[in-house]
T-cell receptor, first 111, second 117 residues
Framework: SQQGEEDPQALSIQEGENATMNCSYKTSINNLQWYRQNSGRGLVHLILIRSNEREKHSGRLRVTLDTSKKSSSLLITASRAADTASYFC???????????FGAGTILRVKS | GAVVSQHPSRVICKSGTSVKIECRSLDFQATTMFWYRQFPKKSLMLMATSNEGSKATYEQGVEKDKFLINHASLTLSTLTVTSAHPEDSSFYICSGLPITSGPDTQYFGPGTRLTVL
């Protein structure tokens, strides 16, 4: 069963604004990853944060992880039209390599 | 980064026929590959874990006789949708787990759009 839930389900912002997406999960994890998917395409790995990390940065991306609340957030700063895509969080179980994906957030950045 | 290809990218078939989808790791070896299914505007759902040289492990609710998986080499896994029906229409995505990297590094293919008429 899907254990990651994202909110909002859809987000529409103006170019230059920041976009924040949240993800919650239910069980213990080794790490949490964020992926981007352009319409009808495969997944692009954005960033991985381990269970013992609280925050991580990569370019315009900032990810936080709160294991006590079983939640994560992805912040995209200074958004661009090219950031328009679906964003998914994925968690792995503490055992095994399987990823469980959240429902995703559809981000639309208007120019 | 590591590259995974899928073939075909799109396929349309008639109801009752079987369709084979290939997943290849182009520049790495993968003892483990994963197959996912994605419905429009929905998330990815793991269907099965494909292990080179052994039987695939299917997730609960996925019919193993319907979705045949073969992982005959360290660079190729195939998914065959047997006796396809319109409800099997979906976007199928595979991923590969490189032998040499950690357990949390999956590389995804571009997906295959299956339409069953």
């Amino acid at each position: 069963s899907q254990q990651g839930e994202e909110d909002p389900q859809a987000l529409s912002i103006q170019e230059g604004e920041n976009a924040t997406m949240n993800c919650s999960y239910k069980t213990s994890i080794n790490n949490l990853q964020w992926y981007r998917q352009n319409s009808g395409r495969g997944l692009v790995h954005l960033i991985l944060i381990r269970s013992n990390e609280r925050e991580k940065h990569s370019g315009r991306l900032r990810v936080t992880l709160d294991t006590s609340k079983k939640s994560s957030s992805l912040l995209i700063t200074a958004s661009r039209a090219a950031d328009t895509a679906s964003y998914f969080c994925a968690t792995d179980m503490e055992y095994g390599n399987k990823l469980v994906f959240g429902a995703g957030t559809i981000l639309r950045v208007k120019s | 980064g590591a590259v995974v290809s899928q073939h075909p990218s799109r396929v349309i078939c008639k109801s009752g026929t079987s369709v084979k989808i290939e997943c290849r790791s182009l520049d790495f070896q993968a003892t483990t590959m994963f197959w996912y299914r994605q419905f429009p505007k929905k998330s990815l759902m793991l269907m099965a874990t494909s292990n080179e040289g052994s039987k695939a492990t299917y997730e609960q609710g996925v019919e193993k006789d319907k979705f045949l998986i073969n992982h005959a080499s360290l660079t190729l896994s195939t998914l065959t949708v047997t006796s396809a029906h319109p409800e099997d229409s979906s976007f199928y995505i595979c991923s590969g787990l490189p032998i040499t990297s950690g357990p949390d590094t999956q590389y995804f293919g571009p997906g295959t759009r299956l339409t069953v008429l």
